[in-house]
């Protein structure tokens, strides 16, 4: 039986991994009370002595604003703590399963969406940082798998964050309140339950190592999200579109990060993902 030991397993994705688990599969799942992956030592141990098969890491430092601010801690989770997670995984020959972003691009190749082998230039101290984690995992890990994916939602919601996209516009539309979200932000909203079974898949069919492109299929702009939300649940708070330029962000963010797989990955579009994933949630 396949040993897979989880990292960040209380997170939106992490939960999802574990609530997809296909039973085959041995699971060890570690949240940050029981691993802290910037401690080197302690997490060189702690993995030796499970000794899985394979690594799955969700762990990240994903406020992108706050990131601007905390660089120090933001590499030592998003890149130094990779690094520490790919040394433990090559002393016992153990795969591993490395979760990135769409924020590795800048956002300035339009109208196509990024494939695997689009070239990174991240904008911002959270996507430099979760680059850095990607070369350390291509460069320095045996058996390295890097699953880049984008915008999640999920229904453990995001712990760095306090909730989700999804989640926020719910709570607000429900009060009737208003909104005003970004119409020239553009990018691929992905279920992490979606991403979930994928990466299951990954992992049993053992594909082959590298790069993946992960996401559903399809892409908006966050009020075209914000605005299908509203539709799917019937709920009719005003949403109202504005420009990035008008809205207050320390980070500099891309404006299109669509995503797409050269690896025969397809998933579902994201309106039908997004659509059952609000029906089972209300």
């Not at 915008?151 to 453990?156: E, H, V």
């Not at 207050?248 to 050269?262: E, F, V």
Request: hydrophobic letters at 40%; one cysteine or more.
């Amino acid at each position: 039986m396949l040993k897979v030991l989880l990292i960040g397993a209380a997170g939106q994705l992490g939960s999802d991994i574990v609530r997809t688990n296909p039973g085959m599969v041995e699971l060890f799942p570690l949240n940050k009370k029981d691993l802290d992956i910037t401690k080197r030592d302690r997490t060189i141990t702690t993995i030796r002595e499970i000794k899985p098969d394979l690594l799955i890491n969700t762990a990240a430092y994903v406020r992108v604003d706050d990131a601007e601010d905390n660089v120090e801690d933001t590499f030592k989770i998003n890149a130094y703590g990779v690094k520490n997670l790919v040394d433990a995984c090559n002393i016992i020959s153990a795969d591993i399963v490395h979760i990135s972003t769409d924020y590795v691009f800048d956002g300035k190749k339009k109208q196509i969406p990024y494939d695997e082998y689009d070239i990174p230039n991240p904008l911002n101290v959270y996507g430099i940082t979760k680059y850095a984690g990607e070369l350390f995992v291509k460069n320095y890990a045996l058996k390295p798998y890097i699953i880049r994916t984008a915008s999640l939602y999920g229904k453990s919601g995001a712990i760095g964050k306090g909730g989700n996209f999804v989640f926020t516009v719910l709570d607000r539309i429900k009060k009737g309140l208003s909104m005003s979200i970004v119409n020239d932000i553009y990018m691929s909203p992905t279920c992490t339950y979606d991403l979930s079974l994928q990466i299951w898949s990954l992992i049993i069919e053992k594909s082959p190592y590298g790069l993946y492109h992960i996401a559903n299929s399809g892409h908006c702009s966050w009020y075209e999200f914000a605005t299908m939300i509203s539709s799917i649940s019937g709920f009719k708070g005003k949403i109202e579109p504005i420009s990035n330029e008008k809205y207050p962000s320390k980070a500099k963010r891309p404006i299109w990060t669509p995503l797409i797989s050269t690896r025969g990955i397809k998933m579902r579009a994201w309106e039908e993902a997004l659509e059952v994933f609000i029906r089972e949630t209300l």
